[in-house]
């Protein structure tokens, strides 16, 4: 019989060791986190589990941000590395003329998957950058969800192969992303959102890193960095 751990086994003695380390602190995983992890149990019971001293406020594995943390600050310390496919889809946004509006729309396009939940990640995504961009771009960021699932031939946009492979030749979207598909395709912006599926690169290549200093610029010009320091602004 192999005495191999399992992935599974190998996470839980690092978290294990993690919570020695923080002095047997407790860290509680939220309920939605829970859910996206599929570790839910709808079973009626409740607990707060073992009486230990509970963690609050920044966790100290993570590097510590700035007192009045920027946008920079949170690719830097707090996106993890798929956040090259942000970065990579922005520089191929420039590269191919955009305007840099849009640049910023296909830098954080995706920033709800890379920072917080991934399910309708338009949608998530959207309302975390309204506050600090332009209507545009928050639009185009929040319809790019469904417009990614429909072909446009007129600007040579294909279904991609990766969504063929992944959810299946014959994958049917839900009634929710056809309407508002529907509903982008007779809007104003609808080329907006579109321009993110032209420049959303789902194969970005490891091989390649690119740094968010790169947009320094961009950012500075369309992004609305609150004083207080983002995150710390009550939006």
């Known amino acids: 019989m192999s005495c191999e751990k399992t992935f599974s086994e190998q996470a839980d003695e690092l978290e294990f060791q993690q919570m020695q380390e923080l002095g047997q602190l407790m860290i509680y995983k ?43 600050d949170f690719f830097n310390y707090r996106f993890g590395p798929s956040k090259q496919h942000l970065l990579q889809s922005a ?78 030749k014959n994958y049917q979207v839900d009634p929710y992303i056809r309407r508002d598909y529907e509903l982008a395709r007779h809007h104003k912006w609808y080329m907006s959102a579109r321009m993110i599926c032209l420049n959303d690169l789902y194969t970005f290549d490891p091989d390649t890193q690119v740094s968010v200093e790169a947009f320094e610029d961009v950012i500075g010009r369309h992004f609305k960095q609150p004083k207080e320091g983002l995150g710390n602004d009550n939006t």
């Open 91 to 168: 520089a191929l946004a420039a590269k191919n003329g955009l305007p840099e509006k849009m640049v910023l729309a296909c830098l954080l396009h995706d920033i709800s998957v890379v920072a917080f939940f991934r399910p309708d990640h338009g949608y998530w995504g959207a309302q975390m950058v309204e506050p600090y961009v332009d209507e545009e771009v928050t639009w185009a960021i929040k319809m790019h969800q469904a417009l990614r699932f429909f072909p446009d031939e007129s600007v040579g946009y294909e279904y991609p192969e990766a969504y063929a492979k992944r959810f299946g």
């Open 30 to 72: 939220s309920a939605i986190h829970k859910l996206a992890d599929g570790e839910w149990l709808n079973d009626g019971n409740f607990s707060l589990g073992p009486l230990k001293p509970s963690l609050m406020g920044e966790d100290p594995r993570l590097p510590k941000m700035p007192e009045k943390p920027t946008l920079i």
